[in-house]
């Protein structure tokens, strides 16, 4: 199954040093491919050159990130923007450690996986 990663969910599964996406993979009973939007990556590479904890955090989760797809979606500057209307367009769910983005993509019909900073796991796909 294809998933769409946000940005807080990259630095939470750098930050939590577990293996989130095995621990999603057994929740739902299947693999799950990753894909990202391009904004994403671009945040990443913003917050990669701050030089604290979630700079090198944003580090390692962009060159982890080069290793997805990515998909270009140029017509929304805003990342929260594009990841639900790819996840949208592409029925997929969006895996997220936002609560606020899993609210607003759930409010307008997007399936999500929300990881909370206790490493719960919630489907609501």
Known sequence: ???LLDTSFLL???ESGR???ALIEDRLGEP???????QVVQELKRLSERKDSTGRLADI????ARGFPIIGV????????????VAKERRV???TADWRLMREARSRGCGCIYV????EIRVMV
Do not use: Q
């Open 19 to 21: 293996n989130l996406i």
């Open 1 to 3: 199954m294809e998933v």
């Open 32 to 38: 799950v491919s990753p894909i990202l939007v391009e």
């Open 116 to 119: 909370n900073r206790r490493l």
């Open 12 to 14: 939470l599964l750098f």
């Open 61 to 64: 989760a962009l060159k982890y």
């Open 93 to 95: 769910p969006l895996v």
């Open 74 to 85: 140029g017509e929304w500057k805003e990342a929260d923007e594009a990841l639900i209307r």
